[in-house]
Nanobody, 118 residues
Framework: QVQLVESGGGLVQAGGSLRLSCKAS????????WAWYRQAPGKERELVAG???????YYADSVKGRFTISSDNSKNTLYFQMNSLNYEDTAMYYC????????????WGQGTQVTVSS
């Protein structure tokens, strides 16, 4: 089992920045991919960024160039630096971990709310 705990969400003005953190514990040696998903009210949960253990990354077009996914393996922590936030980024953000990649998570965090005011 892998446990994921997110933090760092909050209220920010449009154009501002936030950094989300996801602390992982448990059998993380089984994980091959880490990801950040988000779900806005009335919308489906969507993959916004992923990080493979080999270092390759994925970004959805909507966040490319503004958001950066990274990790600190010494702290077992995944990060999500979000810059130039806009209203459409308002959502619940979830950390996810997968044994097979980034598209089919096996483990989820509880989520952290990001609200961008216009």
């Amino acid at each position: 089992q892998v446990q994921l705990v997110e933090s760092g969400g909050g209220l920010v003005q449009a154009g501002g920045s936030l950094r989300l953190s996801c602390k992982a514990s448990g059998s993380i040696f089984r994980i091959n991919g880490w990801a950040w998903y988000r779900q806005a009210p009335g919308k489906e949960r969507e993959l916004v960024a992923g990080l493979y253990v080999g270092g390759d990354t994925y970004y959805a077009d909507s966040v490319k160039g503004r958001f950066t996914i990274s990790s600190d393996n010494s702290k077992n922590t995944l990060y999500f630096q979000m810059n130039s936030l806009n209203y459409e980024d308002t959502a619940m953000y979830y950390c996810a971990a997968s044994r097979s990649g980034i598209g089919v998570p096996d483990y989820w965090g509880q989520g952290t709310q990001v609200t961008v005011s216009s």
